[in-house]
């Protein structure tokens, strides 16, 4: 596995090893991560084997779609620990650039990056109604890791993302879609532990006990699948009721929300295709809040409704 910080030096590694691979077979499958990588990302890794035949994995922690009240400083790094799994995962590239790589007007304290990805106006809902301008960062960085990553490659190329952030997944196949990018964007299924919690960079903030009860979003969440499924109609009384119960049980809830899978926009009754999100903070070992996040994407077809 070969770590590379520069974009320079990324070419040229993919433009040699296009020439050394047949060209037309040589498909390259992207990951693109914010390190501390666990289970989760190592499977979207192996998706992205299966689908490849050399695979790229950024680390990248983009300043950009942190908001200045965000957990930016603290999030995680554990580069060498991840070094090892990615070897571990048979990875092919690790790209790990500096922050000025990224953004090339970085002064050291500011980016400076006057234009950006304007995502569609659902990412001014859900997770995007309360972190301001977060998926046009994450929209804007991840259009610059393509263009360093499939630099000088004209055939479809897969990059690979995972569904916990469900609506992130849905802005950058809007991206892709609408700027014509020659990418297949493929979607990994969300890792959880056994009871349930899906698996986070985040969960890292939680002590024992706390991770133990982490559980209760997707509990709440899988509570509204079932009532759907045994026919309950009325949507927002089951957001609420979700909603109340974590509340109850110590959580400070951002939304519950139940939503046509397709196109993100609220479900009504006629839906098939439904996604239950939510987005919650539980306190976390230093007393702080954390904010998780989880969904469940399920067919509400034949059902009798209420
Ligand atoms: O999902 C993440 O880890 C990040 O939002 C991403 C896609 C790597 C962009 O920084």
Known sequence: MQIIHTASELRKVLTNQAKIGQKSSQKIGFVPTMGNLHAGHIYLVDLAKQHASFVVVSIFVNPLQFSPTEDLSAYPRTL???????????????FV??????????????????MMIDPPPIANVLCG??????????????MKLFNLVFYN???PNIAVFGKKDFQQLFIIKEMVRQFNLPINIIAGET??????????????????????SANQLNKAL???VVN???GHSNFEQLEQAASNSLIQQGWEVDYISIRASATLQTATALDNDLV?????KIINKTGGKTRLIDNIEFCAKSLKRL
Do not use: M, W
């Open 153 to 155: 490659t004209a055939q």
């Open 191 to 212: 890792v959880r532990e056994a009871n349930g919690l899906a698996l986070s960079s985040r969960n890292g903030y939680l002590n024992d006990i706390q991770r133990a």
């Open 222 to 224: 899988q509570s509204i």
């Open 97 to 114: 650039p500096s922050v000025t790589e990224v953004y090339p007007d970085f002064d050291g304290s500011n980016l400076n990056q006057s």
């Open 276 to 280: 239950v999100l939510g987005a919650a």
């Open 228 to 230: 759907i499924k045994a």
């Open 80 to 94: 060498e620990a991840d070094y090892e799994k990615l070897r571990t995962a048979d990875c092919d590239i690790v």
């Open 129 to 142: 109604a309360t972190r301001l301008k977060h998926f046009a960062g994450v929209a804007t960085v991840v």
